[in-house]
């Protein structure tokens, strides 16, 4: 008898991702309450009164102590340039293409370009101060455009780098972010109400760039994401780095958020003077813990959906 021959192998075809649509519409609805507000925080801080009068004093709160913290908020200043965010954005593209994610590389250079050009056509062609009587106004600066470009960077390397190193860059991100932010304080260059709205432009652009990320489909091999946990269930789990790091920055922003609203309501509230030094700082205050409480929720926000946009897909 002669043997059967062999029946013909069949190349295993390459599997591929599907987005879920609860990370697509997350990252959605995410993008679209940033934006609004955005448009919110123009609308209260920039064209009121009262609005005007509470950001111009946590600014005036800023000057005391302003000699010692100047000299390290300049440095922090001095590191956002022009060069600066091409080099990132350079770095991030070929970090992309050297791990194979063409598309990321070109999504990166979306969130970067579209982020920093939003803020430069809100500052100057949308948005307007009208002159309310508020001393110290020289004009429209919201959103901060150093913040902006500081936001940008940590994000554009949160979606870049392998899984396992998301969680520190979304800790150094969030610390970057507020450093430059309150540093733009110090040095009397935007108020918070700038910062804040700066934080939320990166923030839609980088809840969009994730959307496409989960509607990408590629081979899962290379899919830099599928490094899923599965919990006792079989339902997948965050990793233990993403959720330790997540805690932390959603506690901290959680943390800040009523400490600020309570020092800004008390400065709403005594708006007609605002001229002692407690009342001024009261505002400074309020300001700060509003900046880091922005850096720290989004960052927080971005590092959950970028792990998301990664690991809960359906493969078919």
Known sequence: MHPSPAAPTRAAPSAVVRAHPLIVGSAALIAVVAAVGVWLLWRVFVDTWAGQRVDQAALEGARYGQVRLWQVAERVLDVVSVGFV???????????????????????????????????????????????????????????????????????????????????????????????????????????????????????????????????????????????????????????????TATTLLVGGLLATPVGAVALSVTWQRRESLVTRGELLTAYAGGVCAVLASACLGFALLLLLRHAAGTAAARV
């Open 86 to 244: 091409a080099a990132v954005l350079v770095a991030a593209v070929v970090i992309a293409l050297v791990r194979r994610r063409w598309s990321l590389a070109v999504q990166v250079a979306v969130l970067m370009i579209g982020a920093n050009v939003t803020t430069r056509v809100l500052k100057l062609m949308v948005f307007e101060r009208p002159d309310l009587g508020v001393k110290g106004v020289w004009g429209n600066t919201l959103p901060s455009g150093h913040t902006t470009a500081a936001a940008s960077v940590a994000v554009a390397l949160l979606l870049v780098v392998p899984p396992r190193v998301r969680p520190w860059a979304a800790g150094i991100g969030a610390a970057y972010t507020t450093a430059t932010g309150v540093s733009t304080l110090v040095g009397q260059w935007h108020r918070p109400s700038d910062v804040v709205a700066a934080v939320l432009v990166v923030l839609a652009w980088s809840a969009a760039v994730c959307a496409l990320v989960a509607l990408d489909p590629r081979p899962a091999a290379t899919s830099t994401g599928m490094l899923p946990a599965v919990g006792p269930s079989g339902r997948p789990r965050l990793p233990v780095a993403v959720r330790r």
